[in-house]
């Protein structure tokens, strides 16, 4: 029976495979003999921004048919632009009802918006409600549109910016679990919702600038875009959530309107042009600006936790993986269309390994004569950070969240928990260190000596690069680092960055780096490019992708052999109790 089952689970994996790739192969062929409509000579386009913004296009193959809409933030600043110059194009209807944006993320988007609008066209911005903890980011979007409406029943929550965390310190001292993490330095808080009950006093001082720091910009950005004082906002913000009504009456919103409504607005403004999707627009939209192909400028991704190694083809999950990006920096090197790379970063950190690989890959580069030019997002923490350190300038929003130059790793002890349950482990190692890292006892004097010295030669690495890269002496880089986290804006008062700005500013740093001359047109290109659905699979069959999707589902028969043992033995210990799983530690 299990082999029949076994049989069944790889024939239809491999079945749904080869539907798949079918079917992307037949809707290519459809696709090529489909003439579009062309678009309309007047029109409005239109954009439901979605959640999990991306940096760049979706890794994932056929990606386009089951994300068809859904464009990366660089596609939006692309498409902005191009617009931007398009006589057809009278304006742009934002539809922010779905929004979940971060706050660097925000003005990424809000800047090319603002820049959109220079150009001669309007923004009009909906949102049938503003809801939840992200409401003040989205809202700070919002305030890039000339014209705001919010629907009657809606609520405007601004309510400010929080920054939380749980604490597990005195659970698991109850539960018998020890949590022995070590930090460089005392503001490096990764671990500290393992050890503490609280903020320690050094990282609830250092996350109070922080969050001080964004909420006033974000403020100060919204009394400039609605003519209102600053005391105004402020007292504004500590009232919410607000009603469509006091929003409007207040002068956040211009209009209380359904989105048929609003709709109807936008294209009464442009005289009764047609309504075009953002996506639709960006399928015929002349990115080559009506001329040959313009030099480019490749971007590549930092997006998510750095790791080692190469992320499977269909991961769908936010994951910088080393060799992906290394490759990506390969191609790059080797298309001689490109003349500088800006190396987008959203990330909190990860394997200091993974982000040295990064690193090395992007110092050749710019010893090959290629400029690099770091431009980061919503964050660009630790060994986010770190990988910035081959740039000719570092980029960062205001909002950014940016620094934690510092390091922690450590890990939990479960042999008291597991003892309380009759849970005994015994291990025959060879090796002194072979079992420094088990869960089910303490470090020995040796290992933790081990540990230590390991952190200590990590941090003091780190700390030597980023002073040696960013010209710091050694009362600076202390004062930068430890652990601190920085606003971009306190993180360019203090030398870790050099300009404020996003896309728009990292591509002029790019221009010149690279010698390019003010009449020669750039565009911003994501690299690695996307292979054709088809010829991704193959690679992936190539380099033994599938073999190995096929061999989890062989895994996953082997669990269901065993789970009714194991879920036995955990009944019989009281292991219904056990729920709590950690994360792998990762040296950052």
């Known amino acids: 029976m299990l ?24 809707l290519h062929y459809a696709a090529d003999r489909w003439v579009k409509a062309p678009l309309p000579e ?68 809000r800047a090319a918006i603002l820049r959109f609008r220079s150009s001669g066209r309007f923004v009009h911005a909906f949102a049938d409600s503003l809801e939840g903890n992200g409401g003040i980011s989205t809202y700070h979007l919002a305030t890039g549109a000339e014209s705001i409406a919010l629907q009657p029943s809606g609520l405007l929550d601004i309510r400010g910016i929080s920054l939380s965390a749980p604490f597990f310190g005195e659970a ?20 500290a919702s393992m050890t503490s009950a609280a903020f320690p006093a050094p990282i609830r001082q250092n996350y109070r600038r922080l969050v001080d720091s964004l909420y006033a910009g974000i403020a100060a950005d919204i009394a400039t875009a609605r003519r209102l004082s600053s005391s105004s906002v402020n007292a504004l913000i500590d009232t919410a959530p607000l009603t469509a009504d006091e929003a409007k009456s207040n002068g956040l919103v211009d209009r209380m309107l359904y989105r048929n409504e609003a709709v109807t607005v936008a294209r009464t403004k442009a005289d009764g042009a047609e309504l075009v999707s953002l996506a639709e627009y960006s399928d015929q939209a002349d990115f080559g600006f009506a001329e040959d192909e313009p030099v480019r400028i490749a971007v590549i ?40 790379i800006i190396l987008r970063v959203s990330s909190p950190g990860g394997s200091y390994v993974a982000s040295d690989t990064i690193l090395h890959a992007l110092t050749a580069a710019r010893d090959d004569g290629l400029p690099v030019i770091v431009s980061m997002s919503d964050m660009a923490a630790s060994g986010g ?112 960055v050099d300009v404020l700005g996003g896309y728009a500013e990292a591509e002029g740093l790019a221009r010149d780096a690279a010698g390019i001359a003010p009449e020669t047109h750039s565009m911003l290109v994501a690299y690695p490019e996307q292979k054709q659905d088809l010829d991704a699979f193959v690679a992936a069959l190539e380099e033994g ?22 879920q036995s033995v955990l009944n019989t210990t009281g292991g219904d109790r056990i729920e709590a799983a950690t994360s792998p530690i990762i040296v950052r």
């Open 3 to 26: 082999k029949f089952l076994k049989g069944l689970l790889i024939g239809f994996g491999v079945l749904f495979l080869i539907l798949v790739v079918g079917a992307v192969a037949g």
């Open 42 to 109: 007047r029109m409005v386009l239109a954009l439901t921004l979605k959640p999990d913004l991306r940096e760049t296009s979706d890794p994932f193959p056929f990606a386009g048919i089951f994300n068809s809409g859904t464009p990366s933030l660089l596609d939006l600043v692309n498409i902005l632009k191009v617009a931007g110059a398009d006589e057809r194009v009278q304006g742009l209807f934002l539809d922010l009802s779905a929004a979940q944006i971060r706050p660097a993320e925000a003005q990424e988007l």
């Open 172 to 191: 698991l001292e109850k539960l018998g679990i020890e949590a022995d993490f070590r930090a460089r330095h005392e503001y490096k808080g990764a671990a």
């Open 301 to 340: 991704a930092v997006d998510g936790p750095i790791v080692r190694g190469r992320a499977p083809l269909f991961a769908r999950g936010r994951e910088a993986a080393a060799q992906n990006i290394v490759d990506a920096v390969e191609d790059a090197r080797n298309d001689n269309r490109v003349k500088a």
């Open 385 to 496: 950070y770190f990988v910035a350190l081959a740039a000719d300038h570092v980029v960062a929003h205001p909002n950014t969240i940016t620094g934690s130059i510092g390091v922690v790793s450590g890990k939990l002890n479960l042999s008291r928990f597991l003892a309380e349950y009759g849970i005994r482990t015994d291990s025959v190692s060879a090796g002194r260190n072979a079992d420094m890292f088990s869960p089910t006892r303490p470090f020995s004097a040796a290992e933790s000596a081990r540990l230590d010295a390991v952190l200590d030669t990590i941090y003091e690495d780190f700390t030597a690069k980023v002073a040696a890269a960013r010209r710091l002496g050694p009362v600076e880089i202390d004062g930068a680092a430890r652990g601190r986290v920085w606003s971009g804006e306190d993180a360019k008062r203090i030398g870790l």
């Open 545 to 566: 992708e599938i073999g190995e999707s096929l061999s989890r589902l062989e895994a996953l028969l082997t669990f269901i052999r065993y789970s009714g043992i194991i």
